[in-house]
């Protein structure tokens, strides 16, 4: 149980700071905003970097990647499927009924229970959602609020995130064997190290965040509860279920991808959605935000019951 508090007290506290930043505008919008830009270009990349650098890649994580791809698109065909009966008036419904925010939330929450050098775990589970996002949700995204895309635009957009030149440099490390000349080499190691300590600001920065940008309006709370409901309907059995199912054939046996696996399947829709919808709908981001913010408290509600039953 003290080793269970230790784990859960911490994302609770800085979430609840975060949270309270907020209320007391201590800090201002603006500032958040620095911060994120801080994680998602210097210390998620750094993260993610330094975990596929650790990681040996086999046919079962290529499954992964192809089964956590489908089923991002099943999710966005689910959620097309009911627009017209549980999102009727929503036009971003269905967006909201695909995706997982793991960068802002999934990887702060798995790595602060179970520590930064486990998320290698969570990379390889997620990496299916990412090539979902940046290719299919991004796309549909920009052609509902800009017309249709070129796909040049696209990869361009592709292959300038940090986040993704991260993954793909730490794979080809990895792929390549270079891990023990990074670290060993006089001048990369003092980069390794520098790339550790970036790291390490990633959790507290990022629940710090989370916990700011929670912000329910009551009057819509109970329309905001209609995705979040069906949505975890659908996948929270499989959270369940197919972490244990896959635990032997896919998992590898591994107690770490299994609770990975049950974080990316809980985690709220992308936070990026309000980023990339269309500027003259006041509403319908009022709505967008609100199931962000429910889903949100809900996934971490989750998340935490999980860690008090499947500590490690």
Same mark, same amino acid.
């Given at each position: 149980?003290?080793?269970?508090?230790?784990?859960?007290?911490p994302?609770?506290?800085?979430?609840?700071?975060?949270?309270?930043?907020?209320?007391?505008?201590?800090?201002?919008d603006?500032?958040?905003g620095?911060?994120?830009?801080?994680?998602?270009?210097?210390?998620?990349?750094?993260v993610?970097?330094t975990?596929?650098?650790?990681?040996?890649?086999d046919?079962?994580?290529?499954?992964?990647?192809?089964?956590?791809?489908l089923?991002?698109?099943?999710?966005?065909?689910?959620?097309?499927?009911?627009?017209?009966r549980?999102g009727?008036?929503?036009?971003?419904?269905p967006?909201?009924?695909?995706?997982?925010?793991?960068?802002?939330?999934?990887?702060?929450?798995?790595?602060?229970?179970?520590?930064?050098?486990?998320?290698?775990?969570?990379?390889?589970?997620?990496?299916g959602?990412?090539?979902?996002?940046?290719?299919?949700?991004?796309?549909?995204?920009?052609?509902?609020? *800009?017309?249709?895309?070129?796909?040049?635009r696209?990869?361009?957009?592709?292959?300038?995130?940090?986040?993704v030149?991260?993954?793909?440099?730490?794979?080809?490390?990895?792929l390549a064997?270079?891990?023990?000349a990074?670290y060993?080499?006089?001048?990369?190691?003092?980069v390794?190290?520098?790339?550790?300590?970036?790291?390490?600001?990633?959790?507290?920065?990022?629940l710090?965040?989370?916990?700011?940008?929670?912000?329910?309006?009551?009057?819509g709370?109970? *329309?905001?509860?209609t995705?979040?409901?069906i949505?975890?309907?659908?996948?929270?059995?499989?959270a369940?279920?197919l972490?244990?199912?896959?635990?032997d054939?896919?998992?590898?046996?591994?107690?770490?991808?299994?609770a990975?696996?049950?974080?990316?399947?809980?985690?709220p829709?992308?936070?990026?959605?309000?980023?990339?919808?269309?500027? *003259?709908?006041p509403?319908?981001?009022?709505?967008?935000n609100?199931?962000l913010?429910?889903?949100?408290?809900?996934?971490?509600?989750?998340?935490?019951?999980?860690?008090?039953?499947?500590?490690?």
């Open positions: 149980m003290t080793e269970i508090i230790s784990r859960v007290l994302i609770l506290l800085l979430i609840a700071i975060g949270f309270g930043l907020r209320r007391t505008s201590f800090i201002s603006d500032t958040v620095d911060l994120r830009k801080l994680v998602v270009n210097l210390a998620l990349p750094a993610l970097f975990s596929f650098l650790e990681i040996e890649f046919s079962n994580d290529v499954a992964i990647v192809v089964a956590t791809f089923l991002c698109v099943a999710l966005y065909g689910i959620g097309r499927a009911l627009q017209s549980f009727a008036g929503h036009e971003y419904f967006f909201l009924m695909t995706g997982f925010e793991s960068g802002m939330l999934g990887i702060s929450l798995f790595g602060s229970a179970y520590g930064l050098s486990q998320v290698g775990y969570f990379a390889v589970v997620d990496l959602h990412e090539l979902f996002i940046w290719f299919f949700f991004l796309a549909l995204l920009l052609a509902k609020r *800009d017309g249709i895309q070129s796909p040049g696209l990869l361009g957009a592709f292959i300038r995130s940090p986040v030149i991260a993954i793909i440099a730490g794979i080809v490390a990895s064997g270079l891990r023990d990074l060993d080499g006089p001048i990369v190691g003092g390794m190290n520098t790339l550790v300590f970036l790291a390490a600001l990633t959790v507290p920065l990022i710090l965040i989370v916990g700011y940008g929670i912000q329910l309006d009551r009057r709370i109970r *329309d905001a509860a995705p979040v409901v949505r975890l309907a659908i996948l929270l059995p499989l369940i279920l972490p244990v199912l896959l635990l054939s896919l998992l590898d046996g591994n107690h770490y991808s299994q990975a696996l049950f974080t990316l399947l809980i985690l829709p992308p936070f990026i959605i309000p980023l990339y919808m269309k500027p *003259d709908m509403d319908e981001r009022r709505y967008v609100n199931v913010s429910l889903y949100t408290v809900v996934s971490i509600l989750l998340f935490v019951g999980y860690v008090a039953i499947n500590p490690l």
